[in-house]
Each structure stands twice: as C-alpha cells, then as structure tokens.
C-alpha cells in the first residue's frame, strides 16, 4: 500500500488523533472519582496547616480517610470543603464586584481560614491563610499554585520559610499584608500579593 | 539470542543514554533530590520509553513518513498523561505527582524517548523494541538513582525519607539540594565510567 500519498496521510493522522482522543477521554472519566478524592484531602490538608494545627510533614503521614476525619474533629460547624475551581468561580465573581459568597472555614481553637485566589506568572495560586480570634494577626498560611517554577516561584509552595514568614503578621484594614517576596520570582510574588489583596478584602466587606 | 542480550545491556553500561548518549540531562538534575521522586521519574521514564517503542514499532510499516514525527509525539504524550492520570489517582502517589510537576508532563521532551523510537523502534520488530525501551529507560533510572542515593544522603542525611546519616547528628548539606551538585556527581559518574572502560575515552 502507499504510505506516502496525501490521502492516506490525512486519514492516517485523523484516525490516530481520535483515537488517541478517544482513550484519554475515557481514562479522565474513570480516574477522576480517585482524582477528586486526593484532591479534596491536598486541600483539607493545607487549610489544617493554615489553621496552626500541625505542619505539612505530619498531615502527609496519615492517609485522606484520617486527615478528613481530623477535620470534622477540629471544624467548629460545617464540615464542608472548597475545591480550587470554586475559589476560580468565586475569583471571577469578586472581580465583577459581586460580593464573596463563600464563608471562612472556623476551626474550635479560635483560627477562622480564609482562602485566597489569583494568577501568578504561568497559571493559577491559590492558598489559605489562618487567622487568631481578632481577625487581624495570622495564625499560620499555606500556598499552592499549578505551574510556577520549580526553584523560583515555586518556592511559594516549597520553602517552609516563605509560609512560615507570615505567621504573626497583621492584615490591615484595607485587606493589605507585607511580606518580603521571593528573589527571581516577581510575578508570581505580584501575583500572590494582588490574590491576598483582593481576596482579604472581600472577606472584610463580607 | 546474543543480539537480544546485547540490546538490553548496552543501554545500562556501555550505551548509557545519560552518561554516554548524554541525553536527558535537565531531568536528571531536577528530580534527583530525593529518591523517592527519582524512582517514581525512573518507572515512569522506563513505562513511556518501553510502550511507546513497542507500539510504535507494531505500527511502522504504515505510518506516513512526512508525519512520522507527529504520530511519534501523539503516541508518547499520551502514554505521559496516562502515566500522569495513573499517578495521581492513588494516594500514595498523588503528593509525589504533585511534587514533580511540571517535569512529569516534560517526560515528553526527554530526548531519550524520540531518540529511541526514532533510532531503533521505526527499524526494528516489536520485541527488541520494548527491550530496547524498557533497557533505555532502566539506563536511565539506574543514573538517576546513583545520583538522587548521593544528593539525598550527603544533602538532607536521609534515604527515601528516612534518617540515616541524620540520625548520627548530621546537618545536611545545602549544597548538594541544588541543581549543579548533580552536574558535578553526573561528572564523576561519567569520570568513573570511563576510566573502567577505556573504549569509551575519546
């Protein structure tokens, strides 16, 4: 058979494409249950470490049936928890002006976790942020992101000592905190600091 | 027979595709900090080079040449998404997954993998292909271990987590964390390599 005419080539290509489509389709729908799961857990995992109650070693240890169960222990009302695709949401409505409609997580030792959410330099940062009884100093703080720089802004996840600089810090009036940022990562710095910004301030408005 | 053996251990020594090919560098200065992640990079590595040489072998008398690199990279950024889906949908792995980032979804540009497929699996019958793959990738994985066993030890005193140098007191040095540290261990390793085999001097 020729392999090499323009016909063939066209369909050869096109076949392999939904093929290939075909299959990573089918494998995203019946991996995502799992997928969620682990997700749901990454993320009660750092709202605990926001909230003062433990660093990220220790809730790594133990496995996502007893990480959920130590938040339902801790959480003072609903156990309910945020993915970051509606931290998304929530990020799209707070720029339209739309006030916040998602509630800070309360936990019984007085920590209320707000969450934050922006666009650092190569996709999304999100991350959450614990607060004392008088809503202003910070308890502890915890960020993720989807694709900065391993080594510059990814340090915002990877440095323990990047989180560990807010702790004690006060979020002023206008929603605004100060932290020194991260040297060859400017962007995602800006990034974070216009998340915090805008999302602290949406909460104090709320 | 003999051929068969030779195309499953010459990519572990005397072809080594990191320390004689010298391809797939940048990976192996990134994931190596820790075993943990290298062995994970390593199967994964070894998974795509192995499946990827086999289909592409079962399929080479009827691609197209004009396009045969783009069915290559479609074959190979697929069996990296699986890879990647399988990776995070266990709990066990999802916090490593999650770890190598971004270098997971660049296993697709790890030269390893076209060079194979391009260099012996287009010209090749199934079965020497996927030993050729899986031997590669193995090559692979064996240099990422040597390298991630020396960062791990001498840079955080512990092995796949567990305190070992760290539990006689000692501090860790940062040095060996970053990325040139594993440039010069590569070196070494090369250096040591080549001083065995004297063939491989040039």
């Known amino acids: 058979m020729n392999t090499e005419g323009n016909r063939y080539t066209v369909i050869y290509t096109t076949l392999v494409c939904v093929l290939v489509a075909a299959v990573l389709a089918v494998v995203s729908q019946a991996l995502k249950p799992r997928q969620s799961a682990n997700e749901k857990a990454e993320t009660v995992r750092q709202v605990l470490v926001a909230a003062g109650l433990g660093e990220m070693e220790k809730w790594r240890m133990v496995d996502n049936q007893a990480v959920l169960e130590a938040f339902k222990e801790q959480i003072d009302g609903d156990p309910q928890v945020y993915t970051t695709s509606q931290l998304k949401a929530q990020n799209y409505n707070i720029k339209q002006g739309k006030p916040l409609s998602l509630p800070a997580y309360r936990f019984k030792n007085g920590v209320t976790v707000r969450a934050v959410y922006g666009s650092g330099l190569w996709g999304p940062v999100w991350g959450y942020i614990g607060l004392e009884q008088d809503n202003t100093t910070i308890a502890g703080a915890y960020f993720d992101h989807e694709s900065e720089t391993p080594g510059l802004g990814g340090k915002i996840k990877d440095d323990p000592s990047f989180r560990a600089s807010f702790r004690g810090k006060a979020i002023g009036k206008d929603g605004k905190v100060e932290f020194d940022a991260i040297s060859g990562a400017t962007m995602t710095s800006r990034g974070l600091e216009a998340a915090i910004d805008t999302w602290m301030k949406a909460y104090i408005e709320n | ?202």
């Open chain 2, 1 to 202: 027979m003999g051929k068969l053996k030779e195309t499953i251990l010459n990519p572990l020594f005397k072809n080594n595709p990191i320390t004689v090919l010298v391809l797939g560098i940048c990976s192996s200065l990134a994931v190596t900090v820790e075993l943990k992640g290298a062995l994970v990079m390593a199967l994964s590595v070894t998974i795509v080079t192995g499946l990827s040489s086999l289909i592409l072998s079962l399929l080479r008398k009827t691609i197209p040449n004009r396009v045969r690199i783009i069915v290559q990279l479609v074959v190979v950024a697929l069996l990296v998404i699986l890879v990647d889906q399988v990776l995070r949908s266990f709990e066990a792995t999802y916090a490593i997954d999650k770890q190598l980032s971004v270098y997971m979804g660049l296993i697709i540009t790890n030269c390893i993998v076209m060079g194979r497929i391009e260099a012996f699996a287009l010209g090749n019958r199934p079965l020497p292909a996927i030993l050729d793959g899986l031997a590669n990738g193995l090559g692979y994985g064996l240099i990422l271990l040597i390298v991630a066993f020396f960062r791990e030890l001498l840079g955080s005193g512990t092995l796949f987590g567990i305190p070992v140098l760290k539990a006689l007191g000692y501090q860790g040095n940062g040095l060996m964390i970053l990325p040139p540290m594993a440039l010069i261990i590569l070196g070494c390793i090369i250096w040591i390599q080549r001083s065995i085999d004297k063939e491989l001097q040039e």
